[in-house]
């Protein structure tokens, strides 16, 4: 565990520190149809009120035909917790993740840090958070339009980016920010001066289902650089 420092605003910046031998790899939170989604108890901590993961930009992993996207040989995970109230923080967690090498195995983390009230600026933990995906602001993507329509035990959804390119091949992750919508691996290319991605969405259970469209969350994942689109304009 980094121990981070207190920012000027109250809130704490801390950061989970995984060193990964080699050939291993974790995964990012939406980890693709091989991988295992990690998961966060943070019961039992105290002075801890909300505890935001802070995700750096993961990379894409092809393994016989298959595709996840995580992390390899090191992850810090940066943690923004606003605390409850002034002085230190005890954060206690159990953390549920995937550690693949020719096979992947689950593993539960257990961490239990005292967090300093003060504490001072700790450059892994910047270099994570100057990682994360550009917003679509600072990536110039002009517009995002979705396409919804019905198919079997679910609906296609198209959507069409408007931006610049990423870099080198772009591989897209879609996540429909509903818990019980899962999102297939999409299919994704450029036409022109728009990236064009297409996935099917399926209800966990086999329900029919209400999409809703601003809940929808695009990760963009270029050689250069990584984008995260939030929901579609139309």
Not at 134 to 147: D, I, L
């Amino acid at each position: 565990m980094l121990p981070g420092w207190r920012l000027a605003n109250g809130d704490h910046v801390a950061a989970l520190h995984l060193a990964l031998a080699p050939g291993w790899k974790t995964y990012w939170r939406a980890p693709g149809d091989a991988g295992i989604p990690p998961s966060f108890d943070w019961a039992g901590s105290e002075n801890a009120g909300r505890i935001d993961v802070l995700w750096p930009t993961p990379h894409v992993f092809w393994q016989s035909g298959m595709r996840s996207v995580g992390y390899k040989d090191e992850l810090v995970l940066p943690l923004r917790i606003t605390p409850r109230g002034d002085g230190q923080i005890a954060l206690k967690t159990e953390m549920q993740l995937g550690l693949c090498k020719d096979i992947c195995l689950p593993h539960t983390l257990k961490i239990d840090a005292t967090l300093p009230a003060g504490g001072k600026p700790d450059p892994r933990i910047a270099a994570a958070m100057a990682s994360a995906p550009f917003s679509e602001a600072e990536a110039s993507v002009r517009g995002v339009r979705c396409t919804v329509s019905p198919a079997k035990r679910g609906l296609k959804l198209r959507a069409e980016i408007d931006m610049p390119g990423a870099g080198g091949r772009e591989e897209a992750v879609v996540e429909s920010g509903q818990p019980t919508v899962w999102a297939a691996e999409p299919e994704t290319h450029r036409e022109g001066g728009t990236l064009v991605t297409e996935t099917k969405l399926m209800h966990m259970d086999g329900k029919p289902f209400m999409l809703d469209r601003s809940r929808l969350r695009i990760t963009v994942l270029g050689k250069s650089h990584a984008v995260d689109i939030q929901g579609c304009d139309s």
